[in-house]
């Protein structure tokens, strides 16, 4: 069965610091993956995506994900984080059977202190 | 930024009563899907559409759900009597054809009383 794992429900992290947020996969195949945030009382938004290539992936505002077959996981970074970087982050699986329908993780909170 | 644009973003309704909300999905984008996120951020996929044609739904739509494409008009998702446990957050996303990225709406929020 295709599924999401993020074990981490909520991470809090100084501004300025480091954040890497985990995610565990389950799929026979290459997987498409992609990390999603949502800021509070709005939709989600796509950071970054990997279909094949090169394992580390860019994304928007200074975040990068990193594949690993071996692992089953596609870890999210980001050097420096910022207060506005507070959110909900999704770890998403695209299953190519029937419609294309998206596999969620359960998300990860990330809370910025200042 | 998604140009995914959905109404309304709230919706209040009491049980046994009819719920309806709108999406309208980028422009050029054929595919529409509906999934529901519960305030344990679980997601459910609802439906999907290309153009008119509904491409996969599950069961649960088949009964009190209903959604559909027309051509020229908004997307629409319905809940013929809305039960307390349809409250939820009701995202539209859409994307090119054969596109895998889902650019997603902001949502409409529904309570059912």
């Known amino acids: 069965a295709q599924s999401v794992t993020q074990p981490d429900a909520r991470v809090t992290v100084s501004e300025g610091a480091s954040l890497q947020l985990r995610c565990k996969y389950s799929y026979s195949g290459t997987p498409y993956l992609f990390w999603y945030v949502q800021y509070p009382r709005q939709g989600l938004q796509l950071l970054l995506k990997?279909?094949?290539?090169?394992?580390v992936v860019q994304g928007v505002n200074g975040f990068e994900a990193e594949f690993s077959k071996s692992n089953s996981s596609f870890h999210l970074r980001k050097a420096s984080v910022h207060w506005s970087d507070s959110a909900v982050y999704f770890c998403?699986?695209?299953?190519?059977?029937?419609?294309?329908?998206?596999?969620f993780g359960t998300g990860t909170t990330v809370s910025v202190s200042p | 930024n998604s140009k995914v644009i959905q109404t309304p973003r709230y919706l209040v309704k009491g049980q046994g009563q009819k719920a309806k909300m709108r999406c309208i999905p980028e422009?050029?984008?054929?595919?529409v899907f509906w999934y529901q996120q519960n305030k344990n951020n679980e997601f459910k996929f609802l439906i999907n559409?290309?153009?008119?044609?509904?491409?996969?739904q599950i069961d649960m739509t088949e009964k009190r759900f209903s959604a559909e494409c027309p051509s020229n008009s908004p997307c629409s998702l319905e809940i013929q009597s809305s039960e307390a446990g349809d409250s939820a957050l009701y995202l539209c996303?859409?994307?090119?054809?054969?596109?895998?990225?889902?650019?997603f709406g902001p949502g409409t929020r529904l309570t059912v009383l």
């Open positions: 990997y279909y094949s290539g090169d394992p």
């Open positions: 998403v699986l695209i299953a190519y059977q029937g419609g294309r329908a998206l596999i």
């Open positions: 559409f290309q153009n008119q044609e509904v491409l996969q």
């Open positions: 996303a859409s994307s090119l054809l054969g596109g895998p990225e889902q650019y």
């Open positions: 422009k050029g984008h054929p595919v």
